[in-house]
């Protein structure tokens, strides 16, 4: 029985697990080359660092690991996003690192109009929560812009369509960022372009929007669905720019025309909202001139009538000013005779009072007087200065003498030489006290240790590898033995061993050195 299972075994084919797993691989690859898989995305968190992306597809019994390249990532329509109920193609492949199976995705579509309507509505009822469509926050629009941002494609009609239709009613400054209006990446370049305008400085080399207008022509809504972004919601709401909406036709509608500060039925409608029709500005300006021109005349026509019938019941000139021009005559007149008779009195007053040498000896005497009289109070005051300085100098030098420092250092050295001393003797105790244990722990050791008891013809035996033996069943017949007197070892052959208790061993027949070699019989 034995012999036939052992050649049943040796007759089934034997493989590696590589082989296996590579089988199982080429098998699954073979019967599922190319299949449509219908599911819930599960476990979507975004493309990894290497650009590709990782999640599962699973429905109310079952779930299968997904994969989707880098390469693969950036030809979708649209975005993977949790929960969203999606039609995958691909084909399924093994993961012989896991021994799990997953589908390698090529395209991916959403199940239907239904799952991406749900998934808008979800969108919009968290944004609305949010208070980002409250018409509280939208603001007004420029009325005259000077410079309008489009974010659109460089190549399609709508763009066009807008520059025509504002060079139409008011020429001025058009900025375009080219964006893609479909596709996956139409959300982020549209978010981008969005955040990139707001982002320009008022004294830049490129002139900052006064007014931005996102515009997109009509379409299905997958080709909306790149202006369904939450991200590009967000970027809208938060633009300190005013933002037009003019995505689809009018009867089409996205998250942006729900966050926008207004809403333009067509591009072309944005447009005409954006600016005025600058003929009509003209005109209403130049009737407007009209009017305060003729406004102005017939003011000017009253004031110069009133002043006119003020005028009549006002003197004339020469009544005014007959009383002034006769006073001034008057002083006039006197004018001349004060003047000589001031002239007179001065040359007497000058007369009496000629300078001759002897007054200004005088005067030259009296100031050297006062000038003596100033040095010697001076003089006085400065010697008083000095004389208190000096004093003050002294009673200070008195006070800064040498011998308190000197006694104070007496004092410290005292204190020092008492504290080495008190050191000295501190340190030899303690060497006193250590030197004493240690002699203890010596006798302790020399009394504890294994060489008093050889010395009394005791032996200790010692295996091959140098463990101490203290049993005669550890020792076999023909063991190496090693034993150590208290002079010296020698080597020993075990005869016997075990449960012998009468094997014994002769000695040698004289204590030799240790290392020296002999045998038991």
């Given at each position: 029985m034995s012999d036939t299972a052992?050649?049943?075994?040796?007759?089934?084919?034997e493989y590696t697990v590589s082989e296996i797993s590579g089988a199982l691989k080429r098998t699954v690859e073979d019967a599922f080359?190319?299949?449509?898989?219908?599911?819930?995305?599960?476990?979507?968190?975004?493309?990894?660092?290497s650009g590709h992306a990782y999640f599962a597809l699973k429905d109310e019994r079952a779930r299968l690991d997904a994969v989707v390249w880098k390469t693969t990532m950036s030809r979708l329509k649209f975005r993977p996003?949790?929960?969203?109920?999606?039609?995958?193609?691909?084909?399924?492949?093994?993961?012989?690192?896991?021994?799990?199976?997953?589908?390698?995705?090529?395209?991916?579509?959403?199940?239907?109009a239904g799952a991406l309507m749900a998934l808008l509505e979800e969108r919009k009822r968290r944004l609305q929560a949010e208070g980002l469509f409250?018409?509280?926050?939208?603001?007004?629009?420029?009325?005259?812009p000077g410079v309008i941002g489009v974010v659109t494609s460089p190549t399609g009609s709508?763009?066009?369509?807008?520059?025509?239709?504002?060079?139409?009613?008011?020429?001025?400054?058009?900025?375009?960022?080219?964006?893609?209006?479909?596709?996956?990446?139409?959300?982020?370049?549209?978010?981008?372009?969005?955040?990139?305008?707001?982002?320009?400085?008022?004294?830049?080399?490129?002139?900052?929007?006064?007014?931005?207008?996102?515009?997109r022509g009509g379409g299905s809504l997958e080709d909306l669905w790149g202006f369904n972004d939450e991200a590009l919601a967000r970027a809208v709401a938060a633009s300190r720019i005013p933002v037009i909406s003019a995505v689809g036709h009018e009867t089409d509608w996205t998250l942006i025309?729900?966050?926008?500060?207004?809403?333009?039925?067509?591009?072309?409608?944005?447009?005409?909202?954006?600016?005025?029709?600058?003929?009509?500005?003209?005109?209403?300006?130049?009737?407007?001139?009209?009017?305060?021109?003729?406004a102005a005349s017939r003011n000017f026509e009253r004031k110069r009538q009133a002043v006119r019938a003020a005028a009549r019941a006002l003197p004339s000139p020469d009544q005014l000013l007959a009383l002034p021009r006769r006073r001034f005559d008057e002083a006039t007149s006197r004018l001349g005779r004060a003047l000589t008779v001031s002239i007179e009195r001065k040359r007497a007053r000058l007369e009496r009072q000629r300078?001759?040498?002897?007054?200004?000896?005088?005067?030259?005497?009296?100031?050297?007087?006062?000038?003596?009289?100033?040095?010697?109070?001076?003089?006085?005051?400065?010697?008083?200065?000095?004389?208190?300085?000096?004093?003050?100098?002294?009673?200070?030098?008195?006070?800064?003498?040498?011998?308190?420092?000197?006694?104070?250092q007496k004092v410290q050295a005292d204190a020092l030489a008492g504290l080495t001393r008190r050191q000295d003797h501190a340190i030899a105790r303690r060497l006193d006290r250590l030197r004493a244990r240690l002699t203890q722990a010596d006798r302790l050791l020399?009394?504890?240790?294994?060489?008093?008891?050889?010395?009394?013809?005791?032996?200790?035996?010692?295996?091959?590898?140098?463990?101490?033996?203290?049993?005669?069943?550890?020792?076999?017949?023909?063991?190496?033995?090693?034993?150590?007197f208290a002079d010296g070892s020698a080597d020993a052959v075990a005869i016997g061993g075990g449960a012998r208790p009468k094997a014994t061993a002769k000695p040698a027949a004289k204590p030799r050195e240790p290392g020296n070699q002999g045998s038991l019989f």
């Open positions: 052992s050649e049943s075994r040796s007759n089934a084919t080359g190319n299949v449509r898989v219908r599911g819930e995305i599960s476990g979507y968190r975004g493309p990894h660092s996003e949790e929960g969203m109920e999606v039609i995958a193609t691909g084909k399924l492949t093994t993961y012989p690192g896991k021994s799990n199976y997953q589908i390698v995705i090529d395209n991916l579509e959403p199940a239907g409250d018409a509280g926050r939208k603001r007004r629009l420029p009325f005259m709508v763009i066009r369509d807008i520059i025509h239709r504002i060079k139409d009613r008011f020429p001025l400054t058009v900025l375009v960022w080219p964006v893609r209006v479909q596709g996956e990446t139409a959300g982020a370049e549209v978010t981008a372009a969005v955040n990139g305008f707001n982002a320009l400085s008022r004294d830049g080399a490129i002139p900052h929007p006064d007014l931005l207008i996102v515009a025309d729900l966050v926008s500060d207004i809403r333009a039925p067509t591009p072309t409608g944005a447009a005409e909202i954006a600016v005025p029709v600058k003929a009509d500005l003209e005109a209403t300006l130049a009737s407007l001139g009209a009017r305060l021109k003729a300078l001759t040498p002897a007054t200004l000896s005088r005067r030259i005497n009296e100031a050297r007087t006062l000038t003596g009289r100033d040095l010697a109070r001076a003089q006085a005051a400065f010697f008083a200065i000095v004389r208190e300085r000096r004093a003050r100098f002294k009673r200070t030098a008195a006070r800064l003498s040498p011998a308190p420092i000197a006694r104070r020399a009394t504890l240790s294994h060489k008093a008891v050889l010395a009394r013809g005791f032996a200790l035996v010692k295996d091959a590898e140098g463990a101490v033996i203290k049993l005669a069943a550890d020792v076999s017949p023909g063991a190496a033995l090693s034993l150590e």
